[in-house]
């Protein structure tokens, strides 16, 4: 099984600094953790960053310049740092990755538990 756990969300003030983890892990034959997405309250899940293995970035419009999305390969793991955090970016952060069983099986899609990053102004 595959599991996914995202940590570092939490209470801030606007203009602050947060840095999430997600970290994946299983006995399954291989896992790439796509990046992050968040959903705020009454909102539809949204596409924050991703990253590929090597490295290629990509931000939604309202993060870029201030989140940068990192990974370290041997770690399986995927950070995403928040610097200069708006009331808006409260929201539930979820890491997403893709993987499969064995070599020959289908991809499929994981999700993390969610993690709570709340702005205050």
């Known amino acids: 099984q595959v599991q996914l756990v995202e940590s570092g969300g939490g209470l801030v003030q606007a203009g602050g600094s947060l840095r999430l983890s997600c970290a994946a892990s299983?006995?399954?034959?291989?896992?790439?953790?796509r990046g992050w997405y968040r959903q705020a309250p009454g909102k539809q899940r949204e596409m924050v960053a991703t990253?590929?293995?090597?490295?290629?970035?990509n931000y939604a419009d309202a993060v870029k310049g201030r989140f940068t999305i990192s990974r370290d390969n041997a770690k399986n793991t995927v950070y995403l740092q928040m610097n200069s955090l708006k009331p808006d970016d409260t929201a539930v952060y979820y890491c997403?990755?893709?993987?499969?069983?064995?070599?020959?099986?289908?991809?499929?899609?994981?999700w993390g538990q969610g993690t709570l990053v709340t702005v205050s102004s």
């Open positions: 990253i590929t293995r090597g490295g290629t970035t």
């Open positions: 299983g006995s399954i034959f291989s896992i790439n953790i």
């Open positions: 997403s990755a893709d993987w499969k069983r064995y070599s020959y099986s289908m991809i499929r899609d994981a």
